[in-house]
């Protein structure tokens, strides 16, 4: 693996361990200053704004939350000193009052910007994954296969 | 305990037939393990791709289904 891609999945790890830490400024260590975050269920928020609202949020999830996180990154693409990245986070939430867990699906995609020698997150958008749905061509293909199976049989 | 850092789906692809055949570091296994453990996507094509070479290389000969000859045809003659 290049250099750059096993030092943003470093980083990405240690985003990981971060929220599985309940660590907030390991989390704020692993974003650019000013960057974007268009994070699933809440307002945009850019520049300074940003790194605020993410503490604000982190660090109310950690005080009521354990979260186990689980990130699956699909790829990783490098640019020079510009980076993307796409793939899952899996989020458990475990409820430290009453043990209740919740798990919750997102698609994340992000860009990465490397100052100083390190890389770091510029822009992150997740949203929420949906169940799987077959297509209708899919649907009655699949249909007529059963049918014709059934009959040969 | 030390942390295991990610894999891409990418990366897990290219090094499957590796890991397969015990061919990695100790490192890069436990990142892989880690990676199929939750992707059930990479599990499909490992599950897929050791299914393959297991069967392969038992050299075994596998008896069809009952009607798999005459609906593969059908398939065939459809396209």
Known sequence: ?153 | MEQIILITCSELRRELSNYIENDVSLELRARIDQHVEVCPDCRAIFDGVRNLITLVSTGELIELPRGFSARLYRRFTSL
């Open chain 1, 1 to 153: 693996m290049a250099q750059d891609q096993q030092e943003i999945s470093v980083a990405k790890t240690e985003y990981r361990e971060a929220y599985n830490n309940g660590d907030v400024r390991c989390l704020l260590s692993v974003f650019a200053t000013g960057f974007t975050d268009c994070s699933d269920g809440e307002p945009s928020f850019y520049g300074s704004e940003s790194r605020r609202a993410l503490e604000l949020r982190a660090s109310e999830l950690f005080q009521r939350f354990k979260v186990e996180l689980f990130v699956i990154i699909i790829d990783i693409i490098v640019k020079g000193d510009f980076a993307f990245d796409w793939g899952w986070h899996k989020m458990r939430l475990v409820d430290k009052k009453t043990g209740e867990s919740s798990d919750t699906k997102y698609r994340y995609f992000e860009t990465w910007t490397k100052a100083d020698g390190t890389w770091k997150i510029n822009y992150i958008i997740t949203n929420k994954e949906m169940p799987p749905r077959m297509l209708p061509e899919e649907e009655s293909a699949s249909a007529e296969t059963a049918t014709a199976g059934n009959a040969a049989s």
